[in-house]
């Protein structure tokens, strides 16, 4: 609510290490919206995400994804 009473608005790319759970362990801001709430707010909710882990074969493998994600006010 913060960010978006003063209009703050962005893309954040995040790294996320992804396990072979689906569960990301790791996520850091690989590009940041220039605003730290949004950026926070970004890693917040991809950690509580579950990924499609990649795959060698049909084994679930531990792996790394980018993660781009938009905050826009319409």
Not at 30 to 48: C, E, N, P, W
Request: hydrophobic letters at 45%.
């Amino acid at each position: 609510a913060l960010a978006q009473d003063r209009g703050m608005q962005g893309r954040v790319i995040l790294k996320v290490h992804v396990l072979a759970s689906g569960k990301a362990d790791n996520v850091t801001v690989d590009k940041s919206t220039g605003f730290k709430i949004l950026d926070d707010a970004a890693i917040k909710a991809v950690l509580q995400w579950t990924f499609d882990p990649a795959r060698r074969g049909q084994t679930p493998i531990d792996g790394w994804v980018t993660v781009p994600l938009n905050f826009k006010l319409s």
